[in-house]
C-alpha cells in the first residue's frame, strides 16, 4: 500500500486537541502503541499514559502535561500506522506537532522529544506572570486586516498573528490589554467574531523570547539527525532537510507565527493530495476544509478512526 500512495502527507496536531481517554484504545489493541506510552512514562518518570488515559482533564490541560500528553498519543498512532506500511512523503506539525513530526522523520528520538516537549510547556508557562498576557480568535478576517488591527491596538506593547490557521481563522497573542484592545477593533472592523482565548500565556509572541532562550539550550543538548522525511516547518512555511535547519526552526518557533495556511499551501504545491491527521481530534482536517475543499483529509486517533482511515487509504491505492 505505502508505494502506491505516493502524494501522502501526515499531519499531526497541537495543544488544543487533548482530551481524556486519548491514546487508550490504539494502546490496547497495539503493541507498539502501548510501548511508546511506557517510554514516555519511563523518559519522564511518572505515569503519563494514566493521565491520558484516565484523567483527572484539569491536569491534562496543564501545559507542561499537555504537550507530552499530546506528542506521544500521535507517536503511538504513528507507529501503528508504519507498522501497517504505510510511509508519508512530507510531514508537518501545528506549534507542538513539529515535535510529533521530527520524530516521524527520524530528525529526534521520541524520548528526547517527549523530555523536551515537557520543558517546552513548562518555559512557556514561566515566560510570562499570569494575567499579563493573552491571545483572542479573529474570525473571517483576512491577514493584512489583522496584522493593521494589532498595529493600531499595541501602542507599545506588543500584539501580533500568532496563529494563522486558515484564511477565516487567525490568532492574535501578545500583551492582555493590547490583545483586548485588537479584539474590540476586530469588532468595529467587521470581523464575523473576536473571541478571547482561555489560554494559560501568550504563545508564539515575543513575549515568550525568555521561553526560547531556555528551550535553546536543552535543543542543543540532543542529538539531530538529517530527517528522512521533508519536514514543512512553522515559522518559514518552508521544507527543512537537515539537522542544523531543523534545530533552528523548532527554536524560532517558540516566538514566531504558526504559518499554517502557507505551510499547507506548500504541501499542496508539492503535490500532496490525500493527508492523514496523526493523533488526537480532528483540528487540522476541519482547518485544511477551510484552506483547501479539494484536498482530502482524515483522522486517525483511535481503532474505528483508523479502520476507516484504511479502508480509504486501500481504495486510493
Same mark, same amino acid.
Given at each position: 500500500m505505502a508505494d502506491s500512495i505516493s502524494h501522502l502527507a501526515f499531519l499531526f496536531p497541537g495543544q488544543g486537541s487533548q482530551a481524556v481517554g486519548m491514546g487508550k484504545d490504539l494502546a490496547?489493541?497495539?503493541p507498539i502503541a502501548k510501548r511508546t506510552f511506557e517510554e514516555a512514562d519511563e523518559a519522564l518518570g511518572y505515569k503519563l499514559s494514566q493521565v491520558c488515559f484516565e484523567g483527572p482533564e484539569d491536569q491534562l490541560r496543564l501545559t507542561e502535561i499537555t504537550q507530552p500528553a499530546i506528542l506521544t498519543a500521535?507517536?503511538?498512532?504513528?507507529?501503528?500506522?508504519?507498522?501497517? *506500511?504505510?510511509?508519508?512523503?512530507?510531514?508537518? *506539525?501545528?506549534?507542538?506537532?513539529?515535535?510529533?513530526?521530527?520524530?516521524?522523520? *527520524?530528525?529526534i528520538s521520541f524520548a528526547d522529544a517527549v523530555r523536551?516537549?515537557?520543558n517546552r510547556g513548562k518555559y512557556m508557562q514561566e515566560a510570562v506572570p499570569v494575567g499579563m498576557g493573552g491571545m483572542a480568535a479573529i474570525l473571517g478576517m483576512d491577514l493584512e486586516q489583522v496584522t493593521a488591527i494589532c498595529a493600531d491596538a499595541a501602542q507599545g506593547e506588543i500584539c501580533a498573528p500568532a496563529n494563522i490557521n486558515s484564511p477565516e481563522q487567525?490568532?492574535?497573542?501578545?500583551h492582555a490589554a493590547a490583545v483586548e484592545r485588537a479584539r474590540i477593533l476586530a469588532t468595529e472592523r467587521g470581523a464575523k467574531k473576536a473571541i478571547a482565548l482561555a489560554v494559560s500565556a501568550p504563545?508564539?509572541?515575543?513575549? %515568550?523570547?525568555?521561553?526560547?532562550?531556555?528551550?535553546?539550550?536543552?535543543?542543543?543538548?540532543?542529538?539531530?539527525s538529517d530527517p528522512s522525511v521533508p519536514v514543512v516547518c512553522n515559522v518559514d512555511a518552508a521544507i527543512?532537510?537537515?539537522?542544523?535547519?531543523?534545530?533552528?526552526?523548532?527554536?524560532?518557533q517558540v516566538t514566531g507565527?504558526?504559518?499554517?495556511?502557507?505551510? %499547507?499551501?506548500?504541501m499542496i504545491a508539492r503535490n500532496a493530495s490525500t493527508y492523514v491527521e496523526v493523533g488526537p481530534g480532528k483540528v487540522l482536517c476541519g482547518l485544511m476544509r477551510q484552506i483547501d475543499r479539494s484536498q482530502s483529509c482524515t483522522n486517525i486517533g483511535d481503532e474505528s478512526s483508523l479502520q476507516k482511515a484504511l479502508e480509504q487509504l486501500t481504495k486510493k491505492a
Amino acid at each position: 500500500m505505502a508505494d502506491s500512495i505516493s502524494h501522502l502527507a501526515f499531519l499531526f496536531p497541537g495543544q488544543g486537541s487533548q482530551a481524556v481517554g486519548m491514546g487508550k484504545d490504539l494502546a490496547e489493541k497495539y503493541p507498539i502503541a502501548k510501548r511508546t506510552f511506557e517510554e514516555a512514562d519511563e523518559a519522564l518518570g511518572y505515569k503519563l499514559s494514566q493521565v491520558c488515559f484516565e484523567g483527572p482533564e484539569d491536569q491534562l490541560r496543564l501545559t507542561e502535561i499537555t504537550q507530552p500528553a499530546i506528542l506521544t498519543a500521535s507517536v503511538a498512532a504513528w507507529r501503528v500506522l508504519s507498522e501497517k *506500511g504505510l510511509k508519508p512523503s512530507l510531514v508537518a *506539525g501545528h506549534s507542538l506537532g513539529e515535535y510529533s513530526a521530527h520524530v516521524a522523520a *527520524g530528525t529526534i528520538s521520541f524520548a528526547d522529544a517527549v523530555r523536551t516537549v515537557r520543558n517546552r510547556g513548562k518555559y512557556m508557562q514561566e515566560a510570562v506572570p499570569v494575567g499579563m498576557g493573552g491571545m483572542a480568535a479573529i474570525l473571517g478576517m483576512d491577514l493584512e486586516q489583522v496584522t493593521a488591527i494589532c498595529a493600531d491596538a499595541a501602542q507599545g506593547e506588543i500584539c501580533a498573528p500568532a496563529n494563522i490557521n486558515s484564511p477565516e481563522q487567525i490568532a492574535i497573542s501578545g500583551h492582555a490589554a493590547a490583545v483586548e484592545r485588537a479584539r474590540i477593533l476586530a469588532t468595529e472592523r467587521g470581523a464575523k467574531k473576536a473571541i478571547a482565548l482561555a489560554v494559560s500565556a501568550p504563545f508564539h509572541s515575543l513575549l %515568550m523570547e525568555p521561553a526560547q532562550e531556555r528551550l535553546a539550550q536543552d535543543l542543543d543538548a540532543i542529538k539531530f539527525s538529517d530527517p528522512s522525511v521533508p519536514v514543512v516547518c512553522n515559522v518559514d512555511a518552508a521544507i527543512v532537510q537537515n539537522a542544523s535547519a531543523s534545530k533552528d526552526a523548532l527554536i524560532r518557533q517558540v516566538t514566531g507565527a504558526v504559518r499554517w495556511v502557507d505551510c %499547507m499551501k506548500l504541501m499542496i504545491a508539492r503535490n500532496a493530495s490525500t493527508y492523514v491527521e496523526v493523533g488526537p481530534g480532528k483540528v487540522l482536517c476541519g482547518l485544511m476544509r477551510q484552506i483547501d475543499r479539494s484536498q482530502s483529509c482524515t483522522n486517525i486517533g483511535d481503532e474505528s478512526s483508523l479502520q476507516k482511515a484504511l479502508e480509504q487509504l486501500t481504495k486510493k491505492a
